[in-house]
């Protein structure tokens, strides 16, 4: 069975930075991401990670976020500096599989403060 469990979201002032691990058990599959989610919107990609290592990024978070994963690819990182208070959200781990099945964690909530 597979299992996503996020962590390291919290409360941040505007300009600060927070790290999001993801950690996974179970069938790993190589296309991982971070979504995120204000309540009554839809959930968006924040950053996405695949075979080889490519990475894509919302442009809202373009040079202020980065997307990484452990050598044993089995836990993925969201780096978040200079956060602004439109980063608030709760933060969703992603992993799909290879016939575009997704797997989600439960979020973590961040919230940054003006």
């Known amino acids: 069975q597979v299992q996503l469990v996020e962590s390291g979201g919290g409360l941040v002032q505007a300009g600060g930075s927070l790290k999001l691990s993801c950690t996974v058990s179970?069938?790993?599959?190589?296309?991982m991401g971070w979504y995120r989610q204000i309540p009554g919107k839809q959930r968006e990609l924040v950053a996405a990670?695949?075979?080889?290592?490519?990475?894509r990024y919302a442009d809202s978070v373009k040079d202020r976020f980065t997307i990484s994963r452990n050598k044993a690819m089995n836990t993925v990182y969201l780096q978040m500096n200079m956060l602004k208070p439109d980063d608030t959200a709760v933060y969703y781990c992603?992993?799909?599989?290879?016939?575009?099945?997704?797997?989600w964690g439960r979020g973590t909530q961040v919230t940054v403060s003006s």
């Open positions: 992603n992993m799909r599989n290879n016939a575009d099945v997704n797997y």
């Open positions: 179970g069938r790993i599959f190589s296309t």
């Open positions: 990670i695949i075979g080889g290592g490519i990475t």
